[in-house]
C-alpha cells in the first residue's frame, strides 16, 4: 500500500453520521483495492473529549479534536467531513473552503438556499473538491436505474413518485433539541421531514429524471409541542411532521413527493418509481439489492414486471463484492461514495453530488417549504441538473 | 323460489357495466338464497335492436327495449339500472325518479356536481331507492379494513393515499369517443381519470376515513390531440389523462391521492393505505383477496405488516363462497352490491352508497379539477360523510 | 338461445363439489355464449329430500332424485356429474357408463387404481365421453404456464416442485367420517392429502412436464385418534396427514411434492415450479392470477423473474372476462372445465384430462402410498401422459 | 485499544471465503468495541507469493506465508483460520490441533464423517477452541427465529422444510478443478450439492429443529462430463448436481430439503420455513434482512403471516448497526461470528458450532449421499445437537 496516494480525512461529527463514514473509509482499501488514492484517518473532532477519544479508538482515527477550528487548521488534514448537525454545516464549510480543505458535507447541505450558496461560493472561490453525501445514489439497484434511464429504454418519462416513509415520531414523548433528537428542532435541523428525508427524494429524483420546475406543497406537525432537551421545557414544534408534493419536471413529466415520520409501520420506507412510454423501474429501500423493472417491448402474454437481484458482477458496484444473489446493505452506499470520490480525484472530474448539485436540491426543498406555508405553487429556480 | 319477493330489473346500457351488474343480479340468488327479494332480469334497453336483443339472450333478460323512455314507462319495472355513458346519466335517472323506479346508476353519479345535485333532488322528491355503484368498497379485504377502522384498531390517523394507476392510452393511437373509447372523450365523460378512477378512489376514502375538506391539484393531458369516432376527426383532447391531489381530511389527517392512464406497467393497479396511530391498513387491487395490516401493539421483536388472505367465513362475504385459501375475483364486488340493495329493501335502510354519498363525491372531483385549473387551494364543500 | 344444443345435467351430490360444478354450469351462458352446447340442470340427487330440494331451487334444477340409481335410469339426462365421496365414484361412474351416460367425475377418479382401472373399462367400452375435475389446469395462469412451456421456451427441463398445504386439521378436535369430514374417513376417502391434494399436484405436474416413473415417498399420520362421526366412537386414522415425494420424470427431471394439512398458516397453498435450461415458471393459488416467469434469454443487468398478471385478453380464457388488471377467483376454473366439456362435444375431440389419465394420476398415488409403507422406491407404471 | 487482549490470527487460503473472513476480522473492532479481545491478523497462507501479498495487503496482513505448515508452525499465531477447498480441512485442521492452535474452520468441516472424526478427536485432545463457519446462523433473520422457536411459541412442530437453488453451473462449458471451479471436482470438495449447499441447510435444521434421525434421498448428475483444468482433458462429474431428500427429525416431524445448480434464476435461493402447532416461521436469503412469522393466537379477521424487516435494536445484532428499515448484508453473518467467537472466548462457552456440531452435520450429509447411492433410507446415527 506504500505507493498509494493519501488522501488524509478530518472528520467533524461523531453521530450516525459519523459512523456510516468512517465505516465507509474504512473498508474502501478492502473492497477498492486499485485506487489510487487511500484514505488516512487523520483526526476526528467533537466537543466530548473523552467520548471523541473512545471514537478515534473505535474507527482507527490517529488523533482527536474538540474544536473543529483546530481540525481545520491543520496541516495534515487534506479533507474536512462535516457530520454536525446542519446548522453548523455553512460555518464549518466555508471556513473549511476558505483553509484550502477538501470537503465531504453530510446532507442536506445547508438549513436554507442562502447558507447553501454562500457554501457554493466558498467552494468554487477555493476551489477545492466537493461533495455532499447524498448517499442512495450508490445502492446498486439505484445506480442500475440511472443506467437503464441512460441508456433510453424508458422514452418519454410521464411519471416520477418516490416517498419516504418513517413511524419513529409518533409518540409524544419523543423530545426535541440534543444530541440524538437534534432533528427533532427547527433552529438545528432547519425543517423537519422535508431536509432530512424529501432531499434524499429530491436528489435522486433530479439525478434520474432532471430538473424539478415548480412544486405545490402541504405539510403538517401533528404534534405541536415538545419537550425541549436543550432548554429543558416543553416548546411549540417548528418542523414539519409531513410534507407532501407535487410538481413538474423539465422534461414534463408529473412528479409526486410525500414524506412522514407518522406512516405506522414503515420504518425507513424509501420507494420511487418512474413510468416512461416504453418501460418503468420502481425502487424500494426495504428489500434494497431489488429493482423492478417493466418493459413493455416483452412478448405480451409473458409480460410482467421483472424483480432484478441486483448482486451479479455485471451490475453497478457489485463486482467489488460477493457472488450472484448474496446482498449487500445500507452501509454500503457510504463505502461507495467514498469510492467515487476518491477515484474523482484520479480523474480530475466532479464527484457527484458536489455542493452546486445540493444547492439545486436545496432550492426545491426551499420552494416545497414556501409552497406549503403559503398555499401556492412556486418556482423553484433549478436550471438545470445533470449530475 | 316461489315465496320470494321480486325485484323486476330494468337495465339501460349494454357494455363493460352491463355485463358486471348482469352478473350480479345473476349470481345472487345462488349464493345469498337467504335474501328476501330476488332480481328478475325484465329487461334491458340500448339503440342497436340486434345487439340488444343478443345481450338479452346471453344474460336471460325477458325482453329488450331500444329506448329507454319506454323502458322507465313500464310498468313490470320496478328498478332501473343505468350503466349508459356519463352524459346520460342525469337525464334517465330524473325521468326514472318521476316515474317512480328505484335506480342503481353506474358511477360517476355524474359529470358534474349541478347534475349530481338534480339527481340527488329527484330521488329525494321521489322517495325512491338508490345506490351507486361503486364497486370496490365490497371487496371483502375492503369491506374488512372498514370493519377494523370502525373497531378503533388504528386510533387517531394521520395519513390515507391511494392511487388508480393504468397504462391503456399511452399510444397515440387510442381514439376518443364511440363506444369503446367514451372515456376519453369529455363530453361523454365529464373528466378524464378523476370521474373515472378518482372517483373510485375517493369514495373508498371517505368511507374509511371521513370527509374531505379542501383539495390542491394537479393535472396533464399527455396527448393533446386524438381521433374522434364521432365525428371522424382529430380533435382536442379535454379530458384529463392524470390527476394528483393532496387534501386534507375533517378528521385532520393528509390525504395524497394519483391517478393516470400513462404508468406504464400497471393495468388497473388501486392501492390504498391508512397509517394511524396505532396500527396501519394497505390494499391492492391486483392482488385484491388479500389485506395487509400493521399492529403496533404486537410484541415489537416479531412485529410486521400481516398478509392477510381474506377468504376464511368470518370475514366479509366470504361465508357465501368457498373454503380458506380460495380466492374470488372483481366481479364478485357487483355481486355483492346487489345483495346488500336487496338486503337494504327488506331493512328499509338506505344501501350506501346512495346519490347523497356520491354527490359528495361529485364534490370533491369537482374541487379537484377546479384546483387544477386554477392552480389553487379549494374546499370541496363535502361536510358529512357517513355511509 | 333456441339454436343450442342441450347437454342435460343430473348431479350427484350437493357438497362443496356440487355447488362448483352446479356455479359452472349456470355461468358458461354468460360467459362462453359462442358454445354450441348449452348445459341444461335437469336433476340434482342426493339423499335427504329436504336438502337437496333446497339445493335445487337455489341452483336452478329442473327436478331432485334421492337415489342415484333413478337418476341415471332417466332418459332426460345425457350426462351425469360424480361429486359424492370417493367410496362411490366407481359404483356410480360404471352403472352411467352401462346406461350409456356421459360422465363427468370428481376428482380423485376413485380410491385406488383398481376402482380406476374398472372406471376406465367401463367408460371405454360404453364410448361415452368422461373427463375428471382437476379443474386447477383451467386457471389461466396454468394454462398460461402450458402454454409457455409448450412453446419450448423453458428448452430441457431439470426440476418441477409443487406443494399444497394446508392447515384446517391441526386440531385434535377435527372429527373423521360424516357429512363435512369424509376426508379424513380412510374408508370413504381412499387415503388422505395423497388423493386429496397431491393427486391435483401430480395431474398437473404430469399434463405440464410428462409421466413421473418412480417415487420414494414418506408419510405421517400425526394424531393416531380421532372421533368418528359415523360410529360415535373414538377411532384410529387411517389417512396419511401429510405426504412427501420425490420421483423421476420420464424426461429426466427431478419432481419433488409435498403436502399436508399440519402447516400452520397456510390455507391452501399450491404452488408449482418448474426449472428448464433456458426458463423458469413458478404459481400459487393464493394468488391466482399472477405468474413467474424468469426467462434466461433476457439482458443480463435487466434479467428478473416477471410478475405476470394474467389478466389480458391474449392470454388464456381471459377474452371471456373483464379487462386487464381485474383478477377472476378460484371457480372461474370449473367454468373454464364445463366450458372445455362442451366445446370437446362440438369437436369430437377428448376433453382432458378423461378417465385415462386420471387413471395414470391414480397410478402414482398408489405407487407413492406403496412407496412410504414399504420404505422403497416405486415404479409407477405410467406409460405417457399427453393430456 | 492498548487493554484489548489480542486474538493473533493464521489465515490459509485467499479464495472467496479468505474475503469473508477477513472482512470479519477487520470490523468486529469497529462495531463490537465493547469486546475483551481483538482480532489481529498476523498471516495469511496461500501458495502463490505474488497473490498472497496482494492479498495481505488488501486486507492488513501483517506477514504471508506460502506453506501452511510454516504458518501452523509460529509462536505468535493463536488461531488459525481454514479456508482451503475441502480436501485440506482435516489435514491442517489436525496439525493446527497439534500444535495447539484455536481452529475456525470453513464448512463443510470435511469430505467424509471419517475426516470429520479426526479432526474432532484432533481438537478434543489438543482442548483447543473450535468453530466451524456455518455463518447462515448469524444472519439477524435466521437468528430471531431461533430465538422465537426458543421461547415455545410454535409448539409441537410437524414441518421443516428448506432448500438452496442455484442456477451456476448449467452451462456444461462450466469446467470442473482448479482454483475457481474444485467445488465441481469430487476429489477436492468431496461432493456437490451437498457438502456445499446442504451442509448449511442441515446445520440450520438441526440448530432449530433438532437432530435429524433417517433420510431417504435422491441425487442427479445432469451434466455427466466437463472440462477438468486440473488434468486438461474432459472428465467424468463425480459430485451431484443436484440433491433432494426427506427425513424424520427426533421430535417427530418431518423434513424435507431439496438443493440444486440447476434451477433457472436462482441465485442463492436459501428458504427455510417450519411449522408448529401455533406458530410458523419463514425465511429466504433473497431478502435477508425480512422474517416472515405466523401466530395462529393472533384474532382470526386480522391474522396473516407477519413481515418482519429485522433492523430494530431489540433484534438479534441489530443494536451494532444502523437504525430501524437500513438493512445489513451477506457480509455480516461473518462478522458476527468473528464476534461471537471472541465473546466466546471471554466467558469459557463452546462457540457453536463446534467441530462436533459440524461432524454431526457431516454424518447426515454422507447418510443422504449413501441413500442416494442405495435407494433406500438410511439412519444417520446423529444422536442429539443441541448447539
Known amino acids: 500500500?506504500?505507493?498509494?496516494?493519501?488522501?488524509?480525512?478530518?472528520?467533524?461529527?461523531?453521530?450516525?453520521?459519523?459512523?456510516?463514514?468512517?465505516?465507509?473509509y474504512n473498508r474502501v482499501p478492502n473492497f477498492f483495492p486499485d485506487l489510487e488514492y487511500t484514505p488516512v484517518l487523520k483526526a476526528v473532532c467533537s466537543r466530548n473529549a473523552t467520548k471523541v477519544q473512545a471514537f478515534a479508538d473505535q474507527w482507527g482515527y490517529e488523533s482527536i479534536e474538540t474544536d473543529w477550528k483546530a481540525l481545520i487548521a491543520r496541516d495534515d488534514i487534506d479533507?474536512?467531513?462535516?457530520?454536525?448537525?446542519?446548522?453548523?454545516?455553512?460555518?464549518?464549510?466555508?471556513a473549511a473552503a476558505k483553509a484550502g480543505k477538501m470537503i465531504l458535507c453530510e446532507k442536506p447541505l445547508a438549513r436554507t438556499v442562502a447558507e447553501a450558496q454562500q457554501m457554493v461560493d466558498a467552494v468554487n472561490e477555493a476551489g477545492v473538491a466537493n461533495t455532499v453525501w447524498y448517499n442512495y445514489r450508490r445502492i446498486p439497484a439505484v445506480s442500475l436505474a440511472k443506467q437503464i434511464i441512460d441508456s433510453g429504454k424508458l422514452g418519454k418519462i410521464f411519471h416520477y413518485r418516490a416517498n419516504f416513509l418513517q413511524d419513529w415520531t409518533i409518540s409524544a414523548d419523543v423530545p426535541q433539541g440534543g444530541a440524538g433528537t437534534w432533528r427533532m428542532d427547527v433552529e438545528a435541523a432547519g425543517s423537519g421531514v422535508t431536509g432530512d428525508?424529501?432531499?434524499?427524494?429530491?436528489?435522486?429524483?433530479?439525478?434520474?429524471?432532471?430538473?424539478?420546475k415548480d412544486v405545490s406543497a402541504v405539510t403538517e406537525t401533528f404534534v405541536k409541542e415538545r419537550f425541549h432537551q436543550g432548554t429543558g421545557?416543553?416548546?411549540?414544534?417548528?418542523i414539519d411532521d409531513a410534507c407532501i408534493f407535487h410538481c413538474h419536471f423539465e422534461n414534463g413529466s408529473l412528479g409526486l413527493f410525500e414524506s412522514t415520520r407518522y406512516a405506522r409501520g414503515h420504518k425507513a420506507l424509501y420507494t420511487l418509481e418512474i413510468n416512461g412510454e416504453n418501460a418503468s423501474i420502481r425502487w424500494d429501500l426495504h428489500d434494497l439489492n431489488r429493482l423492478e423493472y417493466f418493459?413493455?417491448?416483452?412478448?405480451?402474454?409473458?409480460?410482467?414486471w421483472r424483480s432484478i437481484h441486483v448482486t451479479d458482477g455485471d451490475q453497478p458496484y457489485m463486482d467489488k463484492w460477493w457472488v450472484p444473489g448474496l446482498g449487500i446493505g445500507y452501509e454500503h452506499s457510504f463505502i461507495h461514495q467514498v469510492a467515487d470520490f476518491l477515484k474523482s480525484l484520479e480523474t480530475g472530474a466532479p464527484c457527484s453530488p458536489n455542493f452546486q448539485d445540493a444547492l439545486e436540491t436545496q432550492k426545491v426543498c426551499e420552494a416545497v417549504l414556501e409552497s406549503a406555508a403559503s398555499?401556492?405553487?412556486?418556482?423553484?429556480?433549478?436550471?438545470?441538473?445533470?449530475q
Request: charged residues 25%; negative net charge.
Open 79 to 94: 479533507a474536512v467531513d462535516i457530520c454536525t448537525p446542519n446548522d453548523s454545516h455553512a460555518e464549518i464549510a466555508i
Open 233 to 238: 421545557k416543553v416548546e411549540p414544534v417548528g
Open 197 to 212: 428525508l424529501l432531499a434524499h427524494c429530491i436528489d435522486t429524483a433530479m439525478w434520474l429524471n432532471g430538473a424539478i
Open 1 to 24: 500500500m506504500s505507493t498509494k496516494k493519501e488522501l488524509r480525512i478530518g472528520l467533524v461529527g461523531t453521530g450516525f453520521m459519523g459512523r456510516t463514514h468512517s465505516n465507509g
Open 295 to 304: 418493459d413493455h417491448s416483452d412478448e405480451g402474454i409473458v409480460r410482467g
Open 375 to 386: 398555499r401556492s405553487w412556486k418556482d423553484t429556480g433549478v436550471e438545470e441538473f445533470t
